[in-house]
């Protein structure tokens, strides 16, 4: 059977790659240690599993509306108000399933044929995949390490072409975890402003920060470029709400109308339960999300320490989401491996740790370890690492 051309250029995706390979070993029984997944390691907050089954329970289990339930997009009205003083109007929002489909959805009914697509490498894996899916074309713009893996207004500026349309920003940042300050959001967005081009501003991880420096949306700077920002967001990482599926675009409502349409032929509606799931989260306070940010900030403190013992790893100390991104260069010479698949497949292979190699993200000199599991088997995996590292000297 002859496969469409448009998927016959995707590239597997490095992170699913190596996870199924971690879960194929585990149900080997080997005692495997995964730092690849993307998702908290804590269970939905209970009282976001009571509000599903009080949904279920009284016959919220039919068909919604496309875009999402009232009181959801209303919900979020209120959380964007609350957090970013952005004011947003219920039809300036389409809930999705998950926040990976609010940016396929949004990429299917905004480019054409040619259209470019600004990305700033480090990325996560999936930016460029969806923009080729919609017959647009990624451009890639590296952030160099020096500059925290951000880019500049300049390096922006000089990828700007006539067929560019958008520029994807993603703060805290995966892999890296990096946060874009509210100057350096600025200035881009003043190069965004002058040429015209659309902002796609994935803000999942903001609730995941862990330095002196907040959150701040690109959309909430002025109104200029509220106009101009789609956000992205949803309960996933900030709830731990992974499996649930729930994502939503906040932005024009023209556009948003257009993504509801198109939703509408390719889900119906994103899952009803999840969505009155997604309705207790975001009625309720942040007490839940700080109980786990505090976990997670004690895990960096450890590991972060850990990884730049280790022979051969320079890493810089991450801001927001739940990845440590070391450059491991020197490690890769000192091993004698060619490249960092290569590398994280042996130290899968022989001391049954499960990290993600950079190739996937455009940075194939590092590699990308979660520390979305527990502190006990954080520390047991870089000791087997710094254990791999030492056995492999050359």
């Known amino acids: ?35 690849g997944a993307g998702e ?16 279920m329970k009284t016959g919220l289990t039919r068909y919604t509306p496309s875009g999402g339930i009232l009181e959801l997009r209303t919900a979020i009205t209120h959380k964007m108000e609350r957090d970013h003083q952005l004011t947003y109007q219920p039809e300036q929002i389409i809930v999705t399933t998950g ?10 009914v905004l480019l054409n044929e040619g259209d470019q697509v600004i990305v700033p490498g480090p990325y996560w894996v999936s930016y460029t995949e969806q923009i080729k899916l919609a017959d647009g074309e990624p451009v890639i713009v590296d952030g160099d390490e020096t500059n925290n893996y951000k880019i500049t207004p300049e390096q922006l500026e000089s ?7 958008a520029v994807i920003i993603n703060s805290p940042n995966n892999p890296t975890g990096m946060m874009y300050t509210e100057a350096e959001l600025k200035a881009i967005g003043d190069v965004c402003l ?8 994935d803000e999942i991880y903001e609730k995941l920060t862990y330095s002196d420096q907040e959150h701040v949306s690109i959309a909430q700077l002025s ?7 789609v956000v992205i967001n949803g309960v996933s990482k900030s709830h731990a709400m992974t499996g649930w599926r729930i994502g939503y675009a906040c932005g024009d409502p023209n556009l948003i109308k257009a993504m ?16 009155y799931a997604a309705l207790a989260a975001y009625q309720a306070n942040d007490d839940e999300i700080e109980l786990m940010k505090k976990s997670f900030k004690e895990r960096l403190e450890v590991a972060h320490q850990l990884l730049n013992q280790l022979p051969g790893f320079n890493c810089i100390k991450p801001q927001g989401a739940f990845y440590l991104f070391p450059n491991v260069t020197e490690a890769l010479r000192q091993t004698g491996y060619d490249n960092v698949d290569e ?41 087997r690492i710094e254990r791999f590292l030492i056995n492999n000297q050359k």
């Open 223 to 229: 109104d200029q470029l509220k106009k101009q920002t």
């Open 40 to 55: 908290p390691d804590f269970n939905t907050p209970d009282f976001i599993i009571d509000a599903a089954e009080k949904a």
């Open 1 to 35: 059977m002859k496969l469409s051309k448009r998927v016959q250029t995707l590239t597997p995706s490095s992170t699913l790659a190596i996870t199924g390979k971690a879960k194929a070993l585990k149900d080997a029984g080997h005692d495997v240690i995964g730092l």
């Open 99 to 108: 926040a990976k489909h609010a940016l396929y959805t949004l990429f299917q």
């Open 260 to 275: 509801t349409n198109f939703a509408s032929h390719a889900t119906s509606n994103p899952t009803t339960i999840s969505q």
């Open 159 to 165: 990828a700007i072409t006539n067929k560019t349309k």
């Open 343 to 383: 590398f994280s497949a042996a130290i899968l292979d022989q001391e049954k740790v499960a990290i993600i190699p950079g190739t996937g993200f455009g940075a194939p000199n590092n590699v990308r370890l979660s520390y979305a599991t527990d502190l006990d088997q954080l520390t047991e995996a870089i000791k």
């Open 194 to 201: 002058k040429h015209d081009l659309i902002i796609v501003s």
